[in-house]
């Protein structure tokens, strides 16, 4: 057991490493995706009530197919691959696409209703070098809304604690479908018990956009929030678009999905994301960076109440690069006016080191080669 932990504890810190090299590159240049998803089979095994994205009848992907995506992906620039669905667990050779993943030095992570998650499957995944796992767990107990609960779970959850070296999130939806909110608290609980980080996500409608919240939605979704960690990867998860769009406030951003961000469906057509599935709507295998660069310029109309997080957290790397002080005063305000706002530690190594000249700020020789000794150790050329 102890030689476990220390595995699980050395591969932390080289996924740290990884992330950190990650928002290092996206700092240095504009042109290459930061994240995106494919998804390797439509069909789900669960028809939960909220979601639109699976079918009951598709077939998996090939993997020929799917490890050309990977490679084209790879040529893109492309720094995180999420494999989704429907269940990517029910591709037949979905260890082989995380295994290409790697093998191209890009994190590789999936999303599972974690159903068919059992020790000698975890151990697969650990085998191949999967780096992150996000599983839902929506209630206690199982209703129309959602099979995804803690009774059915919680023991794929305790396998999760015993045999994942790779980091696990488990998280949990709040929104007017929802019957129990306060079921995501019960469950945030758990997940921190066994020592597995949380997250709580809002629901969306079909076009990814806001469904208000009710006061007992809001209190659940703060309560959950204080149960996490305060760590730069629960800022960025819950960070000012998350507070604007609990309250039913729009977002002032630019969203760059079709460059920045990537969602490459079944038949390998680009997507700005699953909930704007149509557009662009061009085959991968044709994609370049004429489109990533359009794309990272085009406005999308439902960018003010958009609720899909990992396209806020790509954005919000663009926001830094792009101006430094004003994001970071956005990102951290100060809790007293006239106070300086404080930075989580990786923020401020990264901030210090990777920000642009700015009008009147340039960086100087000292930061300037420090930034390239910097980006020499993270591999960013």
Not at 56 to 70: G, K, T
Not at 130 to 136: A, C, P, T
Not at 327 to 348: I, M, Q, T, Y
């Amino acid at each position: 057991m102890n030689n476990f932990r220390l595995k699980r504890r050395i591969r932390a810190l080289s996924f740290y490493v990884r992330q950190a090299r990650v928002v290092a590159k996206a700092l240095k240049s504009p042109r290459h995706p930061i994240s995106a998803h494919i998804i390797p089979i439509r069909r789900c095994n669960l028809s939960c009530d909220y979601c639109n994205e699976y079918d009951s009848f598709s077939e998996a992907v090939p993997l020929a197919e799917m490890l050309r995506r990977v490679d084209r992906l790879a040529t893109l620039g492309t720094t995180i691959i999420t494999l989704s669905g429907g269940e990517p667990l029910l591709h037949p050779q979905l260890d082989e696409i995380i295994r290409r993943i790697r093998c191209h030095g890009i994190i590789a992570t999936l999303i599972t209703n974690g159903y068919f998650l059992t020790p000698d499957r975890i151990k697969r995944l650990n085998a191949v070098g999967l780096d992150h796992l996000q599983i839902s767990v929506d209630n206690v107990l199982p209703d129309e809304v959602s099979k995804k609960s803690l009774k059915v779970l919680d023991k794929k959850l305790q396998w999760l604690a015993q045999y994942a070296e790779f980091q696990v999130s488990i998280n949990c939806v709040i929104g007017a479908p929802v019957h129990k909110p306060e079921d995501a608290v019960v469950v945030a609980r758990r997940a921190r018990e066994l020592g597995l980080v949380t997250t709580v996500g809002i629901i969306h409608d079909g076009s990814g956009q806001l469904q208000p919240l009710s006061e007992r939605h809001r209190e659940a979704y703060e309560q959950v929030v204080s149960l996490g960690p305060k760590s730069f990867a629960t800022f960025a998860y819950y960070n000012q678009f998350q507070k604007n769009l609990v309250c039913g406030l729009p977002n002032d951003w630019h969203c760059h999905a079709g460059s920045r961000y990537l969602y490459v469906c079944e038949n390998g057509l680009v997507h700005y994301c699953s909930q704007q599935r149509g557009y662009p709507g061009i085959p991968l295998e044709d994609y370049t960076s004429e489109h990533l660069e359009r794309e990272y310029d085009s406005v999308k109309p439902c960018a003010p109440f958009c609720t899909i997080s990992c396209v806020h957290q790509v954005a919000m790397i663009d926001q830094l690069r792009e101006n430094p002080v004003e994001a970071l005063a956005r990102f951290f305000p100060p809790k007293e006016p006239n106070a300086p706002f404080a930075l989580p530690f990786g923020v401020s190594i990264l901030a210090w080191f990777f920000p642009p000249e700015t009008k009147g700020m340039p960086k100087g020789p000292a930061r300037t080669l420090l930034a390239a000794a910097a980006m020499r150790i993270l591999g960013i050329r």
